[in-house]
Structures are given as structure tokens and as C-alpha cells.
């Protein structure tokens, strides 16, 4: 980390002093061009790039958002699960600002991320309140539940439809991709089952075992309740319920 302004931006982000951070590594911008802050990026710490990308979304518009390459947003972004953000709320807003930005290309993003370790972790945690929607989505091809949907899939299980994601005569929109054009998570989604597939299918695999997981956690939580309640409270009531 030679370049003065990585320098200095790491020194600010230390201190705390984001939108500092972000304004001295836009100042390259202005004085050696678009592709001298990209060049510079690479020099930051994946850490410390996150910190100002964290900071900033689509109604907060930053530059580094703007320039950020696939690869150097991946490399950040999948340390987000370090920061214990239970909503989420964050990587919506770095996703969305920076996956869908103007000119840019979704797939790139998506490709990158995917190919880290942890990578579809961060896709699934984008989506983890979304997994009901997903499902119908994966089933019909459609967000509307009162919609017929697709019905390509009719009469396959769930293991034959997985596999079918993979096939581009089966796998074939059923929704066009203006009518989820929102730079959200439908067009994130649409995304990834048509133009991603294997990313789409390891995404749902793993919200459904978290959810799965979380399932059997309060069953035995509720079962350990029920337990503790219906234990006997003395050795002579554990003797008449054993003789009953």
C-alpha cells in the first residue's frame, strides 16, 4: 500500500472518518483519472473498502461505487458477514447501488462473487427474507402467487426442477426481464435463475437449509419448554406417573 491517497485513506477509515476516506480517494478522480482510482483500489485492504462501500448506497451516490471493479467488490463484500448484520440492510444497499449501477453489467458482479468462498453465503443472505417468494419463483416462474405461472415444470419433483435449471430449453423466462427491471431483489433473482443457474440453485439450497435449520432449532427449543414444564415436581409425583 504505496499510492499517498490509499494512504491516507486507510488512515482516515481507521480514525473513523468514512465520508473523509471516500472524498480523499475520489480527489484521483479529479486530478489522474477514472481508471487511477481503480488502479488504487486494488492497493486498499478488502476491509477497508468495505467500510466505504458500507457507507454509501443509491440515495448516498459515491465514486468508489461507481468505479469499483467486479473482483474488488467481491473481495469486499463477502467479508460483510463479519459485521453480524442481522437485517441485511447494508449489503441491500451495496448491492443494489453497485450491481445495478448505470452502465454496469450484473453479471459480472454475480460471477465474481460467486467464484469466492462465502460468495453465495452473501447472495443468499441478500435474499434471506425472500426464500417464500423464491420458492414460487423456482416452481412457476413468476413473484405472483395468484398468477397460473409457468408450467413447463408440471409433474416434476423438486430434485427433476433443480436439475432443470441447468437445461435452456426448460429453464426459458417466463417473465421478461422488463417486468423486473426494479435494480432490486426481483431483478436480482430473475438474474440469477436465467442467466446463473448454478448460482440460483446453490443460493436456494442454502436458504432452504438455513431454514431447515432454524425449523428444527425451535422444535427443540418449544421441546425443551414443554420438558421443563411437564417434568414432575417431586419423586413421589414422578412414582404415581410412572404408575398410571
Known sequence: MNHPVVVKAARLIHAGDIVGA?????????????????????ELPAKDLLAVLRDFDASRESVVNLLVSPEQFA????????????????????????????GGDPGEFIEAIAALDGGCDVLADYLSDRLESLEHFFRHGTFDFFSEGDDA????????????LSDPEINRPFLEHSEVN??????????LRYDHPEVFRDVLLILRARSNAEALRQGNDEGVARGGSDRPASAAEAEEESAL
Not at 25 to 42: C, F, P, R, W
Not at 84 to 99: F, K, P, T, W
Open 22 to 42: 471516500e472524498t480523499a480517494l475520489a480527489s484521483l478522480v479529479e486530478t489522474d483519472g477514472d481508471q487511477a482510482l481503480v488502479v488504487a483500489m486494488d
Open 75 to 102: 473481495r469486499a463484500v463477502v467479508l460483510e458477514r463479519r459485521y453480524g448484520d442481522a437485517s441485511h440492510e447494508r449489503l441491500h444497499g451495496m448491492i443494489n447501488s453497485v450491481v445495478f449501477r448505470a
Open 153 to 164: 415444470t408440471v409433474g416434476m419433483s423438486d430434485a427433476e426442477c433443480l436439475d432443470a
Open 182 to 191: 426494479d435494480h432490486d431483489w426481483l431483478e436480482l433473482s430473475w438474474t
